[in-house]
């Protein structure tokens, strides 16, 4: 046939160039194949198990490749390769007109994409070949005085598949004995955005796969952010409507339903069609997010135990309750276990020893099983078919597994690195390592992180200058333009206060272990920042970094900024019944805070005016977050954002207002002054700028003349397709 070694035909690939899946973990190593695409059974391909009929399927494969002389599946990429062996079906046309049909049976039964209809052993296999090879066509008997031109065709043809089906026999067992089995049934390949999109896997976007393994949701940008899924048998993804702005979207227990977060809200919305539902009415930062077999949907939040409601929408109640004696800080990442009782999730405390991983379950609110320490989430992997349950953690970047005792609580044997996974993205702020399982066996993971470059771009976008990378949350440009001071975060999630000189980008570290969007003093002298850990406000002087507490409240407090007098902090707090207020805090007299708007709909993201006279905030009045503005006299407010907005800040001269719009383009309003009146113009699209890595974390500051605009620039690391990893438990590496 045309298709063997050294041939010229244009159709023939050499075996080192075939779409091979391997593991990077063991290229430098013993250059284990882990398998090759083109010759993987359909049930291999999706991650289930797999038996001897895999091998009746790969020798089909062969042998058609050598009668034909072509490849029976192939695709520019692996991935593509794979979803043609999962759809497509072999052009039985491309067979010469001699093959006898008993080799076309023979084809037809090793290539049934069925399993249950495929030859089920090797044994099946010879029997049919020898059928084929010693009873003759149904065309006619053979005359005594010889053959007839048609039967010597037929036999050269015999002896041609004889020897095609001798030679694949072969090579099949040498590729199978090279192999050993677990090795052989655990790959890995990328998926790729949609056309124009990015992959967000960190902060403000997020994946998952189902819970059966084939499908996948994850948040794309080009824009705006968006949720597609995609069928992991399928080369296209399809979005889903409505999904503007969502982020950390996770499935309902029969894949059938996607929650996520959007506009503050918990959402819902059914893969089948229509609109998104709201669950729980916002302003909610989710934490992620769990659906359990019963309908309980379980979430975390920035600051605060994990949270439960009714996956049909209702009251919202606490989960969990935070240990503050052991300094607990918050409980976030749920992730219920098949039997929807109990669930793992992390814990984030100022005790080292305390933040990790716990077992908790719906019938106690207190009761918690410590598992193993973290500085992210984790995750929990049911047994099946042979496989034992597993929990996952990332340490030091890589991922590791180690065989999990549900009953019991406890880990047992020694940890495992996840072959091809030891580069995960971390969000620290967030305490999110970036990947997600499903209870089959299908592991997906991306590289990004949280590190991005602190950028320089001007009004359409373009970047003009780098600062310097770090893992910054939150910046603000001192008044004099010469600093700026950010919040950065370690790989533990601690965040710090620093200075960074923007002239050369050196750091000069204010805080220890504590501290939280930075807002500077009218003069320059003092930062002011939050630790919502003891929701406690401080200030810091920048020349000797001593924090002083000016602020020790019972209920969580973030500060939003300073006075231009210098005379309060603007800070929001939390409250029980109205949800978020703002409130000024004086700096003079007794101290004793004063609330400035505490209406039954949320306010936050408190911003005052350069003269003093005016604060922009943020409400939820509508249903959605909106950017309004109001006099400090309190007459009135007007609404500035047109679709959903927030994260203001004003132009150093009060002519313009920024702000981030739900989509994340930041936006740019006009303002006009007519004695004790504004007018806004129509807001102005200028670029899209990142997630605010925290629920208050402002990701950009406005120069004073309003044509530059200091951001966390996206990192190349944002792009990083999702890596899927099939039968992942057959990769461990003690």
């Known amino acids: 046939p045309a298709g063997h070694a050294g041939s010229k035909d244009p159709a023939y690939v050499p075996p080192s160039q075939a779409p091979t899946i391997t593991s990077p973990a063991l290229l430098t190593g013993a250059g284990m194949i882990l398998g090759t695409a083109a010759y993987m059974s359909p049930e291999q391909a999706r991650g289930a198990e797999v038996d001897k009929r895999a091998d009746v399927w790969a020798f089909g494969v062969v042998l058609w490749e050598m009668l034909t002389g072509a490849r029976l599946f192939e695709g520019a990429t692996v991935s593509d390769t794979i979803a043609a062996v999962l759809k497509t079906e072999p052009q039985w046309s491309a067979l010469a007109p001699e093959t006898p049909t008993a080799i076309r049976r023979l084809l037809r039964r090793c290539l049934e994409k069925d399993r249950k ?54 090579a099949i067992t040498w590729t199978l004995q090279r192999q050993p089995v ?35 949701v994850f948040a794309g940008a080009s824009g705006g952010t968006k949720l597609w899924v995609r069928r992991l048998d399928s080369l296209k993804a399809r979005e889903l409507p409505g999904t503007e702005g969502a982020a950390y979207p996770f499935w309902s227990p029969d894949a059938r339903s996607v929650g996520f977060i959007a506009d503050g809200s918990l959402k819902k ?116 078919g042979n496989v034992p349950a597993h929990v996952l953690w990332v340490r030091g970047g890589a991922l590791m597994a180690q065989t999990f005792d549900a009953d019991r609580g406890q880990l047992s044997g020694e940890p495992a690195v996840v072959s091809g996974a030891e580069e995960v993205g971390i969000i620290g702020a967030f305490n ?23 950028t320089w771009l001007n009004r359409d976008g373009k970047a003009i200058g780098t600062i310097g990378s770090g893992r910054f949350a939150a910046v603000q440009i001192s008044p004099d333009g010469r600093l700026a001071a950010v919040s950065s975060t370690d790989e533990a999630g601690r965040r710090d206060i620093w200075t960074m000189e923007l002239a050369r980008g050196l750091l000069n570290r204010l805080t220890r272990d504590t501290g939280n969007v930075p807002v500077w003093s009218p003069d320059g002298r003092q930062i002011a920042y939050h630790d919502s850990s003891v929701a406690s406000l401080f200030t810091v002087d920048v020349n000797d970094a001593q924090p002083m507490q000016v602020l020790d409240s019972k209920r969580l407090t973030y500060i939003n900024d300073w006075s231009p007098d210098g005379r309060f902090l603007l800070y929001t707090q939390d409250s029980p019944t109205t949800g978020f207020d703002l409130w000024l805090l004086p700096l003079i007299g007794d101290r004793t805070p004063v609330p ?58 009060g002519r313009e207002l920024f ?41 950009y500051d406005i120069s004073a003349d309003g044509q530059r605009i200091l951001t966390l620039g996206s990192s190349d690391q944002d792009k990083a397709p999702l890596t899927v990893i099939v039968n992942w438990e057959a990769g461990l590496r003690k």
């Open 596 to 653: 400035l708007l505490n209406t039954p709909v949320g306010e936050s993201h408190g911003q005052f005016s350069p003269d003093g006279e005016w604060f922009s905030y943020t409400s939820t009045e509508t249903g959605q977050e909106e950017v309004y503005v109001r006099a400090m006299t309190g007459k009135g407010s007007a609404r500035v954002s047109t679709r959903g907005g927030s994260f203001s800040r004003w132009r150093r001269d």
């Open 117 to 170: 209809r495929r030859l089920d052993s090797a044994a099946a296999v010879r029997l049919e070949i020898e059928e084929a090879i010693t009873t003759p066509e149904a065309d006619g008997v053979e005359p005594a005085a010889g053959p007839s031109p048609a039967s010597r065709r037929r036999l050269v043809w015999m002896g041609a598949v004889t020897l095609a089906v001798a030679l694949a026999s072969v």
């Open 269 to 384: 919305v059914a893969l089948s069609g229509g609109p998104p539902v709201v669950i729980a009415a916002g302003p909610i930062g989710v934490r992620g997010g769990s659906w359990s077999a019963d309908g309980t949907i379980a979430f975390g939040i920035p600051a605060g135990a994990i949270q439960k409601v009714a996956s049909s929408g209702g009251v919202v109640s606490p989960l969990t309750r935070l240990d503050r004696e052991a300094g607990e800080t918050a409980h976030r990442w749920p992730q219920f276990f098949p039997d929807g009782r109990h669930f793992l999730y992390f814990v984030r405390s100022n005790k080292t020893t305390r933040t990790g991983l716990y077992l908790g379950t719906l019938d106690d609110p207190n009761a918690k099983t410590f598992i193993v320490e973290s500085d992210a989430r984790g995750w929990y992997s049911p047994p099946h």
């Open 432 to 454: 999110q390592s970036a990947v997600w399982t499903s209870q089959e066996g299908t592991l997906i993971f991306s590289r990004s992180d949280d590190v991005f470059p602190l």
């Open 182 to 216: 677990a090795d052989q049934r655990s790959f890995q390949f990328e998926l790729d955005p949609p056309t124009g999109n990015v992959i967000l896997a960190g902060a403000g976007g997020g994946a998952a796969v189902s819970p059966d393994g084939r499908t996948v």
């Open 659 to 699: 702000y981030r719009a739900v989509d994340g383009t930041l936006m740019a309003v006009s303002v006009e002054q007519a004695g004790d009146r504004l007018t806004f113009g129509t807001p102005v699209p200028l670029f899209p700028i990142v997630e605010p890595l925290g629920t208050f974390a402002y990701p």
